[in-house]
């Protein structure tokens, strides 16, 4: 007779699921997690990372080149570019966070109506979504910015009102998806209502999709909100934002391209971060996905 | 073939519809009396609902909306508040030049796709495709405007081979035109090229998957003539629908584009017309916009079902 030992659970070896092991096992992707702590760090730290108050004008230093005493230069009023990048940072962050939590919200509760219910609704909701979808991103941005005023709040608002249809589009197709399936059909034959359904069963199965959606839409709306401010529409001075440093920089390309360098990489860098993230959480959920 | 064309311009009306009702209830919402935006401050109370009336302002929403509506059907999208000029000859004359950006910066974006995605598909996961794919997410993420201050100051400013902004219809000057737009094209096209790379990639490997794909190396043909004859035909149907719906994202470029160089097109019209609040303009662009995508994705959807007859058939 032979005996199997086995080991004691105590003992056994917990594994990270395998999703995140095969994230953390693409390198794009892991860099992109920590270009995000390093900008989330500087966001959230500002106060302590940056050596100057942004708006601190030092008079003798005008469009000064990037030296120890100001590390990414000073522009034309004589403000020290690093502390602006760094509480650009929050600005930034916060546009893109805030507008797609609104977006992933009030997108995702209107795909999941759409996709639940069904029938009549389903077609009413889904033409309204085609509508804005076909209105160009930024025309509609830009459009509803002027509707609103310049301002940061409106600048989500505005950023949350574009980036909501795809949130409806995709979460109607994972909801219609997901309806038939065995284990749809058997919790509601064990007397499963609605509600349960949804939370319990649907969400879970859904929320890959909605996560990397979420992480490439977060990527958009930092290139939307730095293009708001780059145009004038977004947040209005004094207060730093990537997309109006690089606007003001544009008249002083000739003695001081450093006011354009720094910003610019910055909304660069912060964008390819949740777009390498967005794309490694695509691969690590998706098991259908060809693996490179 | 036409009975579908048909099905999917009747079921498209409806969209189209809802379209322009958030166009005008956009601008409807604007806080503000647009009378007394058009007159002033000292304006009199006569004057204002003079204006009011011969505006239409005082007649019942709905109503507002008709005339809006079939006016701009008859091309007729009214006054400039600016500059009092038809806001339908502004945008008759702007848009040309966007269009003409617009295709530049299309040919150089598929100049740069085509062969990017079908080296990345083909010589899948070697470093020659994971280097192209970083570069393609660096182009996705790489900010239009400051990809354009980048040219503008290697170009024009360091190397001074190319002015950095200005304009010069192509009826005018036709070398000068095309020298004028490089830039702006190439700042365009580059993140339009990058998404296409990545779709062509995508699309071109699942193709190369396939079983045909696996008989047709079976009978011995050569690589390349496997790829070109038969998998690159099936992927570019799906490339070629993604490249016709891009129209809208570089609609939104232009904007961006045509500040920077100062290319006085559709987008600056947009721009110019939100800082002077010019309500009429904003209209006009943003429903020409709309209306402009509706249509190519409409157009895109019915030469995916030419050519692609399973379509057609559910």
């Known amino acids: ?292 | 073939m036409a009975v579908f064309a048909l099905r999917r311009l009747l079921s498209a009306i409806p969209t189209l519809l809802i379209v322009t009702l958030i166009v005008f209830a956009m601008v409807k919402l604007l806080p503000g009396d647009p009378a007394r935006l058009i007159l002033g401050q000292e304006a009199t109370p006569q004057a204002l609902s003079e204006l009011r009336r011969s505006l239409g302002l005082d007649r019942p929403l709905p109503q507002q909306y008709l005339s809006w509506l079939t006016s701009a059907a008859r091309l007729d999208f009214g006054t400039s508040l600016t500059d009092h000029s038809s806001v339908g000859r502004l945008i008759a004359q702007k848009l040309p030049v966007t269009l003409e950006l617009s295709l530049f910066a299309m040919l150089i974006s598929l100049l740069i796709s085509l062969p990017a995605g079908m080296i990345s598909a083909v010589r899948r996961s070697t470093w020659v495709d994971r280097l192209l794919t970083l570069l393609a997410l660096s182009g996705i993420s790489l900010p239009n405007f400051f990809l354009g201050i980048l040219l503008i100051y290697l170009f024009s400013i360091r190397l001074a081979w190319i002015p950095a902004s200005g304009y010069t219809s192509l009826m005018e000057n036709p070398g000068r035109n095309l020298l004028l737009l490089l830039l702006p094209a190439v700042t365009l096209g580059v993140g339009s090229a990058a998404v296409l790379t990545r779709y062509l990639r995508s699309s071109l490997s699942e193709t190369l998957n396939q079983d045909y794909v696996r008989t047709a190396h079976a009978k011995g043909l050569a690589a390349r003539q496997v790829i070109s004859k038969h998998a690159l035909k099936n992927a570019l149907i799906p490339f070629l629908t993604a490249f016709g719906l891009q129209l809208g994202g570089l609609l939104g470029g232009a904007v961006i584009t045509e500040q920077i160089f100062s290319i006085p097109g559709f987008g600056r019209l947009l721009v110019d017309a939100v800082f002077t609040r010019d309500l009429p303009v904003i209209q006009g662009v943003v429903l020409v916009s709309a209306v402009a995508v509706f249509l190519v994705s409409f157009l895109v959807d019915l030469g995916y079902a030419a050519v692609d007859p399973r379509i057609r058939y559910h």
């Open chain 1, 1 to 292: 007779m032979t005996t199997t030992l086995s080991k004691p659970p105590s003992a056994a070896k917990r594994r990270l699921p395998a999703p995140v092991r095969r994230f953390l096992g693409n390198k794009l992707a892991v860099i992109g997690i920590v270009v995000l702590v390093i900008f989330a760090g500087a966001a959230l730290l500002a106060r302590q990372v940056a050596p100057f108050d942004p708006a601190q004008i030092f008079f003798a230093d005008l469009r000064a080149a990037p030296s120890a005493a100001h590390f990414f230069g000073a522009d034309e009023l004589g403000r020290d570019i690093f502390s602006r990048v760094v509480y650009g940072a929050r600005v930034s962050l916060s546009a893109g966070l805030i507008s797609v939590t609104l977006a992933l919200v009030f997108g995702g509760s209107i795909g999941l109506i759409a996709g639940y219910i069904g029938g009549w609704l389903d077609d009413v909701l889904m033409r309204f979504v085609d509508a804005l979808l076909s209105l160009p991103f930024l025309v509609l941005a830009i459009a509803l910015a002027a509707i609103l005023g310049p301002s940061l709040q409106n600048t989500m608002i505005a950023i949350a009102i574009v980036t909501a249809p795809a949130f409806a589009r995709i979460t109607r197709g994972e909801v219609l998806s997901q309806r038939e399936r065995d284990y749809v059909q058997a919790a509601q034959a064990l007397g499963a209502g609605d509600g349960r359904l949804i939370v319990r069963h649907l969400l879970p199965n859904i929320s890959g999709a909605l996560i990397v959606q979420t992480s490439l839409a977060i990527a958009n709306a930092i290139l939307a909100e730095a293009s708001l401010s780059f145009l004038g529409l977004g947040i209005q001075p004094p207060t730093p934002s990537w997309g109006s440093m690089l606007n003001a920089a544009r008249g002083y390309l000739t003695d001081a391209p450093w006011m354009a360098v720094f910003p610019g990489l910055a909304i660069f860098l912060a964008v390819l971060a949740f777009n390498l993230i967005g794309d490694g959480l695509r691969e690590a959920l998706d098991p259908r996905s060809h693996k490179s």
